[in-house]
């Protein structure tokens, strides 16, 4: 089965570079979350989007911003980068919304490393 | 603010064994909670989920309990085998649906 496909999977940036991380849904997915986590720490949320509007917003810094496109795969977008940005950054998806039970699958994360 | 977050952030227990990983949450306006099940390196894996009006579920080998009364969740792997070997999350999903809360990890060791 098609899962939740994240690229690049590994990237190394300089600070005050700017990076993006691109999420592509489970086929008919709808809804696409971004987290972040650090090492050793649990996932962060950053944004979510359904129907390719901003459904909510978590601690996403203001240097980072996130659309989703009409194709419903999503771009991350981080400006300014700082060593602290050096992360696991997980994309999820979910088709239609929560109440219907439809559960939250993950993909594999990019690894940013910012030196 | 509102948290989910863990008991105990490590657990040793013995192939085959039963295993009980737990969970608090802080937010009782919730009604969808999930565990995941994560790999070194790997993106979360969904292992089983329960709604706030169940207070019981199974799965295969996993049973999460819910207790709405002290905001308590936990999950249990009956006959633990070395491949449960990884951390564990409990999250918390918002009424909304659009945001998904996770506790801090539990990392389960499988000695054999």
């Known amino acids: 089965a098609a899962g939740v496909i994240q690229s690049p999977r590994h990237l190394i940036k300089e600070k005050r570079e700017t990076a993006t991380l691109k999420c592509y849904p489970i086929?008919?997915?709808?809804?696409v979350y971004w987290y972040q986590q650090g090492p050793g720490q649990d996932p962060q949320f950053l944004i979510s989007?359904?129907?390719?509007?901003?459904?909510d917003k978590g601690s996403i810094p203001d240097r980072f911003s996130a659309q989703q496109f009409s194709d419903y795969h999503s771009e991350l977008n981080m400006s300014s980068l700082e060593l602290g940005d050096s992360a696991l950054y997980f994309c999820?998806?979910?088709?239609?919304?929560?109440?219907?039970?439809?559960?939250?699958?993950f993909g594999e994360g990019s690894w940013l490393t910012v030196v | 603010g509102e948290s989910v977050g863990l008991h105990l952030p490590t657990l040793s227990v013995q192939e085959g064994d039963n295993s009980i990983i737990n969970c608090a949450y802080s937010?009782?306006?919730?009604?969808?909670f999930i565990w995941y099940k994560q790999e070194s390196g790997k993106g979360p894996q969904f292992i089983i989920d329960i709604r706030s009006n169940m207070d019981k579920r199974q799965g295969q080998r996993v049973t999460v309990l819910l207790n709405k009364t002290v905001k308590h969740l936990s999950l249990q792997i009956a006959a633990t085998q070395p491949g449960d070997s990884a951390v564990y999350f409990c999250?918390?999903?918002?009424?909304?649906?659009?945001?998904?809360?996770f506790g801090a990890g539990t990392r389960l060791f499988v000695k054999a």
């Open positions: 937010n009782s306006a919730s009604d969808y």
């Open positions: 086929p008919r997915h709808d809804t």
């Open positions: 999250a918390e999903i918002d009424t909304g649906g659009f945001k998904t809360i």
């Open positions: 989007f359904y129907e390719k509007m901003q459904s």
């Open positions: 999820a998806s979910r088709m239609g919304r929560l109440y219907s039970g439809n559960t939250i699958y």
